[in-house]
């Protein structure tokens, strides 16, 4: 069966950092990726990872400020956070596919997702 398991979030102050990771157990992906739901607004697709790590994507809103990684070994992938602001405040949602990483369309499988807060 597969899992995607999230961790990581909180509640920050604004220029705060977190650092978001999901374990994925029952399988691998060729694709991993981090979305995005805040209240009253759609899922975003905020940023992605090939298998090998060498090529990710970053929302413009993150670009700079995030960087995504992955442990293939222990079949994690990460998003590190800095430079919070109050918009990113979203449940995050760790997702995973064998699709191309750039499709968001590529992601079949999904976390619970994660409560990241950030305060003025």
């Known amino acids: 069966q597969v899992q995607l398991v999230e961790s990581g979030g909180g509640s920050v102050q604004a220029g705060g950092s977190l650092r978001l990771s999901c374990a994925a157990s029952?399988?691998?992906?060729?694709?991993m990726g981090w979305f995005r739901q805040a209240p009253g607004k759609e899922r975003e697709f905020v940023a992605s990872?090939?298998?090998?790590?060498?090529?990710?994507y970053y929302d413009e809103s993150v670009k700079g400020r995030s960087a995504i990684s992955r442990d293939n070994a222990r079949n994690t992938v990460y998003l590190q956070m800095n430079s919070l602001k109050p918009e990113d405040t979203a449940v995050y949602y760790c997702?995973?596919?064998?699709?191309?990483?750039?499709?968001?369309?590529?992601?079949?499988?999904w976390g619970q997702g994660t409560q990241v807060t950030v305060s003025s």
């Open positions: 029952g399988r691998t992906f060729s694709s």
């Open positions: 990872i090939s298998w090998s790590g060498a090529n990710t």
């Open positions: 997702a995973a596919g064998s699709g191309y990483y750039l499709d968001p369309r590529s992601y079949d499988y």
